[in-house]
């Protein structure tokens, strides 16, 4: 029979309190796992805590920066004595900055590749010793439309989860012979914080235009919600994925397949 499960797994969601990350971790517990989550500050873990609980989950929550290799070291320590050794991990955490490339300071292109490059690949360096040592393991890189397409004022994101992309190719090649599965999930456009500012309303109440825009672009002709991720990421978590390696599963309604509906 094809297992599904999560029971007896132990998962880390990085950047976990709210939006995706969050969904993520509510379909493994649902799915049998033991929740671990880390997020920037206290209050954010104080909050994904009290999230998880009204959910009937009792999460273990940790702050912890994912782009401090120190801190991560720590944090994944810790995690290993109060918790266990982790099964599978979900590099959730980001940011988007959107600003036109030439008006963008080094700076700013550098903090978004430190947090959605640098930081999967420190948490993924950080666990996959232990995973080798207990002879299974997942790794789920959350990639983005970004990661295959470009647009105005994402220079940095697209250029972070364009390298996430390949970074999930190369932990596939290089520890898929200690039965450790990389892959990618690539949202399409979700309705989170992270992309309310897409969607606000204009002062006259009429769409935001890049709302507009992306149902045009979108053959499900709506946005995607944290729920139509659920079951792809405890696809890509469980043994029935066990032979797919390295492959960036899209969550995108279609977006990628489609030239645009005819304004
Ligand atoms: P979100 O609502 O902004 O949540 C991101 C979470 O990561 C927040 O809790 C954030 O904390 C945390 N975080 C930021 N920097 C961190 C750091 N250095 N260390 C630890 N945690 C950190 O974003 P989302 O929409 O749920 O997106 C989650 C992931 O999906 C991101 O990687 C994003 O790029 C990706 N994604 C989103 C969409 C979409 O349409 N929403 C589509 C494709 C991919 P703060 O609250 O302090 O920022
Ligand atoms: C943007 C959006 C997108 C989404 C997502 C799409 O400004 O274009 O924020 O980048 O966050 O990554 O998959």
């Known amino acids: 029979m094809v297992n599904f499960s999560l029971e007896g797994k132990i998962a880390l969601v990085t950047g976990a309190s709210y939006g995706i990350g969050f969904a993520i971790a509510t379909a493994y517990a649902e799915a049998g796992a033991t929740i671990v989550f880390n997020d920037i500050n206290q209050a954010l873990v104080d909050k994904?805590?009290?999230?998880?609980?009204?959910?009937?989950?009792?999460?273990?929550g940790y702050v912890c920066d994912v782009t401090d290799e120190d801190a991560v070291n720590k944090f994944i320590a810790q995690v290993t004595e109060e918790v266990g050794v982790i099964d599978i991990l979900v590099n959730n955490a980001g940011?988007?900055?959107?600003?036109?490339?030439?008006?963008?300071?080094?700076?700013?292109?550098?903090?978004?590749?430190d947090i959605d490059l640098n930081g999967p690949f420190i948490v993924s360096k950080a666990v996959i010793p232990h995973m080798i040592k207990k002879g299974h393991g997942k790794i789920i890189n959350v990639c983005s439309m970004m990661s295959e397409l470009g647009r105005e004022t994402?220079?940095?994101?697209?250029?972070?989860?364009g390298g996430l992309k390949m970074l999930t190719k190369n932990i596939c090649s290089e520890y898929g012979e200690y039965n450790i599965q990389c892959n990618g999930i690539g949202p399409g456009y979700i309705a989170t914080p992270q992309t309310a500012p897409l969607r606000e309303k204009q002062a006259d109440g009429t769409p935001h235009?890049?709302?507009?825009?992306?149902?045009?672009?979108?053959?499900?002709?709506?946005?995607?919600?944290?729920?139509d991720l659920m079951g792809p990421a405890v696809f890509l978590a469980s043994e029935a994925s066990n032979f797919v390696n390295g492959h960036i599963l899209y969550v995108d309604g279609g977006i990628l397949a489609y030239l645009g509906k005819q304004p």
């Open 95 to 113: 940011i988007i900055k959107r600003i036109p490339m030439h008006e963008m300071s080094a700076a700013e292109f550098r903090q978004v590749i």
């Open 154 to 161: 994402v220079s940095a994101y697209a250029a972070a989860k």
């Open 209 to 227: 235009p890049f709302d507009s825009f992306i149902i045009a672009k979108t053959p499900a002709a709506r946005w995607g919600t944290t729920e």
């Open 48 to 60: 994904g805590l009290a999230s998880y609980k009204e959910k009937g989950i009792e999460a273990h």
